[in-house]
C-alpha cells in the first residue's frame, strides 16, 4: 500500500453523463407535438464536473479519472474528453453493449424558461463495489460521487449498512482521504444511504436540501430564506455522524457557501 505521505493528487470516481439539451417554445401536453429548435449536448456527472474543472485551474495536481462509460459514441466523447484535458484515465471501463449514461433535457425558450429532465441511468448503474475497489492511483484524495445515483454503491449491505460504506472503509484503509458528493432527489433514501457512510468520509460536499433530508428536517426560514444558525447546526450534526476533517454545505442554488 502507498502510504499517505507519497500520495499526491485526486482521484474521482462515479457518474459518467452526457446532457442533450433539447430548446422547445413549450412543453407540450401529453400526446401532443412540439418542434425542436436546437440541440446541445455537453459533459456531466460528479466525476467528469470535478476532474475538468480542476484541470480548467491548470494547478499541475494529478487527477485521475474512474467509472464506466459504454461502448457508445456518448462514451467515446467522455474518453476523449478525459485525454484532452490531460486526466489519467487508465481506470476507466468502456462496458460492450451498455449506454452511455445520459440524461435528455427538455429546455423552454418561452414562457417559465423550465426544464423536464429524463434520465438513462446506463454505464454508472453497472458501477460495482469490485470496480471501484480495483482502481490503483497514487492520489491523496478519493471523491466519490453521486450517492444516491449509483445503482450497486447504493444497495444495503448486512454489515455497513449500504455498499458504499464498505467501499469507503477500505479505501481509507488504503490510505485515501475521502469525499463525498450527493444528487439531490426526492423520497426517503438520505438517511439509508448517506448516513451510514459518513463515519467513513473525511470531506463531504452537500447542500442544504440534502443535508436536510439526511437530518429529516428543513433547514429553510419557513418565507423560504437560509438562516445559517439553522444550517451551522445541521453541519454540526452531520459531523456528529462521524465526517472527518470537512463539510462543506452550499445553497441548493451552488450561490453561497456555509462551512
Not at 84 to 112: H, Q, R, W
Not at 123 to 140: E, I
Not at 190 to 207: A, G, Q, T, W
Request: aromatic share 6%; charged share 25%; with cysteine.
Amino acid at each position: 500500500m502507498i502510504t499517505e505521505g507519497k500520495r499526491c493528487g485526486i482521484i474521482s470516481v462515479g457518474n459518467w453523463i452526457v446532457d442533450s439539451i433539447s430548446f422547445i417554445d413549450t412543453y407540450p401536453q401529453k400526446g401532443n407535438l412540439v418542434s425542436i429548435r436546437k440541440v446541445e449536448e455537453g459533459l456531466g456527472g460528479c466525476a467528469h464536473n470535478v476532474l475538468v474543472d480542476l484541470a480548467a485551474l491548470k494547478s499541475g495536481i494529478p487527477l485521475f479519472a474512474g467509472g464506466c462509460v459504454g461502448d457508445d459514441r456518448f462514451g467515446t466523447m467522455a474518453m476523449e474528453a478525459i485525454k484532452s484535458y490531460g486526466i489519467d484515465g487508465s481506470n476507466m471501463k468502456t462496458l460492450p453493449g451498455e449506454a452511455t449514461s445520459y440524461t435528455l433535457v427538455m429546455s423552454e425558450t418561452g414562457g417559465s424558461g423550465s426544464r423536464t429532465f429524463f434520465h438513462n441511468r446506463g454505464a454508472n448503474a453497472r458501477l460495482t463495489a469490485d470496480m471501484v475497489l480495483s482502481v490503483r492511483s497514487d492520489a491523496r484524495i478519493f471523491h466519490l460521487g453521486y450517492l444516491l445515483l449509483l445503482d450497486e454503491l447504493d444497495k444495503p449491505d448486512e454489515e455497513y449498512g449500504v455498499v458504499a460504506a464498505r467501499v469507503l472503509k477500505t479505501l481509507q484503509e488504503r490510505g485515501y482521504k475521502t469525499s463525498v458528493d450527493v444528487v439531490s432527489e426526492e423520497g426517503d433514501r438520505f438517511r439509508s444511504v448517506v448516513l451510514p457512510c459518513l463515519k467513513y468520509v473525511d470531506y463531504l460536499v452537500i447542500n442544504e436540501v440534502e443535508a436536510g433530508a439526511c437530518l429529516g428536517r428543513d433547514l429553510r426560514n419557513p418565507d423560504g430564506t437560509i438562516d445559517p444558525e439553522i444550517v451551522g447546526q445541521a453541519a454540526c450534526d452531520l459531523m456528529a455522524y462521524g465526517v472527518g476533517l470537512d463539510i462543506r454545505l452550499t445553497d441548493g442554488e451552488g450561490k453561497s457557501s456555509l462551512r
